[in-house]
Structures are given as C-alpha cells and as structure tokens.
C-alpha cells in the first residue's frame, strides 16, 4: 500500500538559516510526489512535483526536493529561510487504486526565528 | 496556474440543518474533484472523490448519506452536510485536477470553515 510519512511534526530553524523537511514514500509503483504549502486558514499551495523526470525538483520561493528511489525520500530543502516561510508543509503521494488519489504526510510545521 | 474558488470561506448553522459547499474550477475542466476535511492542526483527510456524471467514491467510514457530493458539471462539484451536528464542525477544502492521472498536480480551494451550533 501506498503511504507518506513526515518525520517530523515541527521544524524550527533560524531566518537565513537551511530548511530540511523530510519525507518518506512507500510505494509499489513509481510514485508522483507532491509538496504542498498551507499557512493559517488557507488552502493549499503546489510548491513541487516529481513525476519520475529528473530526480532534483526545483519550485517556487527557493524550494527544491530530490527524489532517492534507494532512500525511498523526497526531502524539501531551501537554502536560505525567510519569515514568510512559516506555514505547514505536507508531502503527498499519488495513488492509483480503482482510480487515483492522493495520500497526504502528516504535515511539519516550520517555524523561522527572527 | 489554475484555480480553484470555494464557496462559502465561512458558514455558520444550526444543529438539524443542511449546508451546502461549493467548488469551482475557474480556468479549467475538471473530470475529477476531491473532497477533504482537515481538523485542526491536524492533515488532511480525504472524504471522497467526486467524479463528474457519475457518483462519488467515499472513503472508508465517510458516511455517503450525511456528507452528499453532487459533480454536475465539468467546473462545479458541491458537499452539502445534511443535519448537520456540532461534530461536523470543521475545514473543508476541496482540489481538482485539469486533467485526470496520478501524476497530474491537484489545485486546491481556500478552504470553507464550517461551524454548527
């Protein structure tokens, strides 16, 4: 079965500072992973995507992700984190079972320090 | 990029009545939307897949009866909450993909605070 676990709920990390939020997959299928954004009361932004092309995925704001089949993980990173970074970050998985789905991590909450 | 718009953002019932929560695919066709509830602090969790012309498929213990998906058209999907009760207070957030596959990237709503009083 298809899952997607965050390992960790709350990430703290000093402004300018690197980000790492990790993630791992367990899939039976060259999966599609996703890491989506939320901050407070809003819905969900697509940071990144990988869909089995180039394993080092760049998105928006800085972020990048790289997909280790032999690590089964899709770590998000950025250099160089800003205040406005804040938020919940979820990985997600994509399914195909019937039809398609998608599962969602558990979510890390990254806060940035001043 | 594409957008999805949902409609209300807040609502507030009373306990025994029905609520209903749109979503629109503003720039896109959507054969296929989702339906999620997310708690607080807490991640989402997906109710049902809403397929346009046909039925929606419900996740294990969504009850089909009491959160009712209608996806009439291409653009438009709805979840109306029937006798809605305090428990059913949550986010809502519904997403959509321009076309369907696995691999395609899902556009979500701002999400509907439903509360029940």
């Known amino acids: 079965a298809q899952s997607v676990t965050q390992l960790d709920s709350h990430v703290s990390v000093s402004e300018g500072t690197p980000v790492l939020l990790r993630c791992n997959y367990s899939?039976?299928?060259?999966?599609?992973l996703f890491w989506y954004v939320q901050h407070p009361n809003k819905g969900l932004q697509l940071l990144l995507k990988?869909?089995?092309?180039?394993?080092l995925v760049k998105g928006i704001n800085g972020f990048e992700a790289e997909f280790k089949k032999s690590e089964t993980s899709f770590h998000l990173t950025k250099p160089s984190a800003h205040m406005s970074d804040a938020a919940e970050y979820f990985c997600?998985?994509?399914?195909?079972?019937?039809?398609?789905?998608?599962?969602f991590g558990t979510g890390t909450r990254l806060k940035v320090l001043a | 990029g594409a957008v999805v718009s949902q409609h209300p953002s807040r609502v507030i019932c009373k306990s025994g009545t029905s609520v209903k929560i749109e979503c629109r695919s503003l720039?896109?066709?959507?054969?296929?939307m989702f339906w999620y509830r997310q708690f607080p602090k807490k991640s989402l969790m997906l109710m049902a897949t809403s397929n346009e012309g046909s039925k929606a498929t419900y996740e294990q213990g969504v009850e089909k009866d009491k959160f009712l998906i209608n996806h009439a058209s291409l653009t438009l999907s709805t979840l109306t909450v029937t006798s809605a009760h305090p428990e059913d207070s949550s986010f809502y957030i519904c997403?959509?993909?321009?076309?369907?596959?696995?691999?395609?990237?899902?556009?979500f709503g701002e999400g509907s605070w439903l509360t029940v009083v």
């Open positions: 720039d896109f066709q959507a054969t296929t």
């Open positions: 997403s959509a993909s321009p076309t369907g596959g696995a691999g395609n990237t899902i556009y």
């Open positions: 990988y869909t089995s092309a180039a394993t």
């Open positions: 997600v998985v994509s399914v195909v079972s019937g039809t398609y789905k998608y599962i």
């Open positions: 899939s039976s299928y060259s999966p599609s």
